[in-house]
């Protein structure tokens, strides 16, 4: 089986992998006008997914490095889509219904790190950010297309209609049942010499990419309530925020392959820095200048996301799990206690003028990342 094709099927099993999560914001409604869940009982349901993966991660991570641990990636979709799909099942029994949202949570996790393991083993220095940028995308159309086919089974038949949601899952498991792909971790067959391993500039990613991670979910969670606050109708603002995302996944490949070309510290730096001028543009101007601002913040601040994950692997690659799961889990969680902070200060100082702080998170971010050294890599034997 080809690089290519092999990356397409983990790129797809991250797509549907990814679905199961924001079906739980939207059952929101639901449990809380047909069933009489309280908005706390519903909103527990999507942070305790969110929480356990986050922190469960990087604990699969590492044992994919230091033990060898192998958790088949057609297993953590599946437990993914039954733990969503059985809500269906017992709307009415909310602490079975929680039971369920922690297994889907386990399997989130526990994806993740397994399947960016085989992308790293799959990935060369020469197409590392290509490849990376190729997964992750899968991810970000996973999390855009939940919304919209949780919206149409709902609609459909309620909650119930949710069971059928275990179909793409099992889909996706069996294709990568009939054609595996090795359970394969780059560090556990081979070590990496003494010395040749820096810790300190993969901190420097981690926390560029936690405040960065902070601005994405608060541009996500806000810009819908600053456009209509401008004067925009909502259907007119919930589409710029949808252009934009779509702009972000033509940065994130389009980063990932430049990586390539000129490196990755180059891509990282200069796209995050660029990214500050087009997010002024968005508070400061109106119709057509607006929409180009957003696009190019988009495009922008999503170049570098998959090329900061290829940054920290080639920097300690005895420590691809672990690394996956820092990436996608905490500094991704973290972001979004931010995203939380955020609103909490809005409420005291308003809108406009919590938005005016992100600027300040990117420019934190870019030095950061201007900090970090290269690499020093070893060219694998031919």
């Known amino acids: ?85 059985l809500l269906g099942f017992i709307p009415d029994q909310y602490m079975v219904m929680l039971m369920c949202v922690l297994i889907s949570a386990v399997g989130h996790a526990s994806f993740h790190p397994g399947a960016l393991c085989k992308v790293s083993a799959l990935a060369t220095g020469q197409s590392r950010g290509r490849l990376t940028s190729f997964f992750v995308v899968g991810g970000n159309m996973g999390m855009a297309l939940g919304p919209i086919i949780a919206g149409i089974v709902l609609t459909s038949g309620g909650i119930p209609m949710v069971t059928i949601l275990i179909i793409p899952a099992m889909l996706a498991a ?74 972000g996944v033509i940065g994130q490949i389009s980063g990932g392959i430049l990586s390539d070309r000129i490196g990755r510290k180059k891509v990282v730096v200069i796209t995050t820095v660029a990214s500050i001028p087009p997010f002024v543009g968005i508070l400061m101007t109106h119709g057509f200048v607006l929409i180009l601002c957003m696009l190019l913040f988009g495009y922008l601040l999503w170049a570098s996301f998959a090329v900061t994950i290829a940054m920290a692997h080639e920097q300690v690659p005895s420590q691809i799990g672990l690394i996956s799961g820092l990436f996608l889990g905490i500094a991704m969680g973290a972001g979004g206690i931010g995203v939380s902070i955020s609103g909490a200060i809005a409420d005291q100082i308003g809108l406009m003028a919590t938005l005016a702080v992100f600027p300040v998170l990117l420019v934190a971010a870019s030095i950061l990342f201007m900090m970090v050294k290269s690499p020093r890599l070893k060219k694998s034997p031919e």
């Open 174 to 247: 069996a294709v990568l049942y009939v054609k595996p792909i090795p359970d394969v971790c780059p560090a556990v067959k081979e070590k990496s010499e003494p010395g040749g391993e820096d810790w300190n500039p993969v901190k420097l990613l981690f926390a560029g990419s936690t405040l960065r991670a902070w601005v994405t979910f608060g541009a996500m969670t806000y810009f819908p309530t600053f456009l209509v606050l401008q004067g925009y109708p909502l259907i007119e603002a919930t589409t710029l925020v949808s252009l934009m995302l779509v702009a």
């Open 1 to 85: 089986m080809s690089q290519l094709r092999q990356i397409g099927q983990l790129t797809l099993a991250h797509l549907v992998n990814d679905i199961y999560a924001p079906v739980l914001m939207a059952l929101q409604p639901v449990l809380i006008t047909m069933y009489g869940y309280s908005y706390f009982q519903a909103a527990l349901l999507p942070v305790t997914h969110s929480l356990v993966s986050s922190l469960l991660q990087p604990v699969f991570g590492h044992l994919a490095d230091t033990r060898g641990l192998r958790v088949s990636v057609g297993l953590s979709i599946m437990l993914s889509g039954i733990g969503i799909s």
